[in-house]
């Protein structure tokens, strides 16, 4: 009767190929439970169970963190990797490990069994407490290899563990120590994205050098800045890289990284520290960049660039983040950020005047105004320019200016058919000041 009744309904009566469809849909929704998944779909019904046990596709994903250790035995797991092996057939492996629990528990099986189908991962990625427990890797398949430890070293750096990896594109390593060079192990012609830690900025130069087809370059650069005599770097040659789409890079003294590349392709930058020569790398690559993250250091809190909305170098950006440093917002620079009204026919600036005309985001947690012209741009850009949608900033404000911030939000909030939320927070005391108040603004279409 059950079988029957089963037949019946609307989702048994799909063909095979639309109930696949949906089954990869659920595998992509549970993405952090791929190991359970494919086989509670093959219990429900025989009909299911053919599909799935069929469909090596539905077998490949391997996501293994680290709460399944204290939900789930070794062997369970163990069980479980063995039957999905077999029934993913010969495809690519995708497998992320998380093995951040007790160093001192051990990894069992688990990590055996992963590392018995190295020829087979197509996409890796594995956190450990500890170095990495395994080392002379042949990967033919291999395109994305991530590898994050998440505590610092206490017996030294690893070997790279990859001996063959014709395929690699993608790579996160910690340890640059022994990353493989250019004649290496690693076909940097083809590495497309890399993220490293603790890079020297010769290094870190050396990397657009040898990898030419480069889009994505991650480099953490916090280390004794006395090791790299940064004077000496800005002497070297420019190094113009065609293909750089991405560049995320941290660090205190970032002034000779920029003064030594050129990258005409950069669309999207993203800084930790010092922001000391960036205009002149946007200078020389005349590239059109749209989103740009800045962020200062913890210590060395400072005023933004100055030119940040004035120079041309950024009038192509649709997305700016501005954390830590302090912007202030004058009487003229508000003026020219104000976006024209499109049905105001007297109105002397025109789209292509304005500053920024292009920008559909806006966030900035520390920022300074004399005047309300802060929440008329606002409103301006909201109202006249249909590409902006979010607008979030901190204004900290002395006790006096509580009638400008007034004013400010009752602009703000006038604004039709977006989404406002302004929270006032007291602010201690500051340098013998008198109180000061944080107001947070966050409105969205």
Known sequence: MDDAVNCCTPIHRLYPDILLEIFHCVLAERWTDTISTPFVLSQVCAKWRQIVISSPGLWTAIWISGDDHLEYSEDNFAKCLTIMFERSGSLPLMIYCDCEHDPQEGDGAIIPLLLSQAHRWGDAEFRFYTSPP??????????????????????????????????????????????????????????????????????????????????????????????????????????????????????IWLYPLYVSINLPQLTHLIIHGDVEGLSQLLSQSQCRLQSLKIASPPAHPSHAPPDIFISP??????????????????????????????????????STEVLCPHLRALYLDNCDCSSSLLGHMIQSRFMNNNR??????????????????????????????????????????????????????????
């Open 388 to 445: 902006f949608e979010h607008f979030s900033c901190r204004l900290i404000l002395e006790e006096d200016k509580s009638e400008l911030w007034s004013q400010i939000a009752g602009i703000i909030t006038a604004i039709p058919n977006v989404k406002t939320h302004i929270d006032i927070t007291p602010h201690p005391m500051y340098r013998g000041r008198r109180y000061r108040s944080k107001v947070d603004f966050f409105v969205k279409k």
């Open 313 to 350: 170098n950024y009038s192509s950006l649709t997305e700016l983040t501005i954390l830590g440093y302090r912007v202030q917002f004058t009487d003229e620079l508000l003026e020219r950020l104000i976006y024209p009204s499109s049905s105001s026919s007297s109105s002397p600036v025109t």
């Open 134 to 251: 395994f080392q002379g890797l042949h990967t033919p398949h291999l395109r994305r290899f991530v590898v994050e430890r998440v505590e610092d070293d206490v017996d030294g750096s690893p070997p790279f563990p990859l001996i063959y990896c014709p395929s690699l594109e993608r790579l996160c390593w910690p340890w640059v120590q022994t990353l493989p060079a250019k004649n290496g192990v690693l076909n940097w012609s083809q590495i497309v994205e890399l993220e490293m830690d603790r890079v020297p900025l010769d290094l870190a130069l050396s990397f657009l050098e040898w990898g030419t087809q480069m889009v994505k370059l991650c480099v953490d650069t916090n280390h004794d800045i006395d090791d790299v005599a940064p004077k000496n770097l800005a002497l070297k040659n420019v190094i113009t890289h065609d293909n750089l789409q991405t560049l995320d890079v941290a660090g």
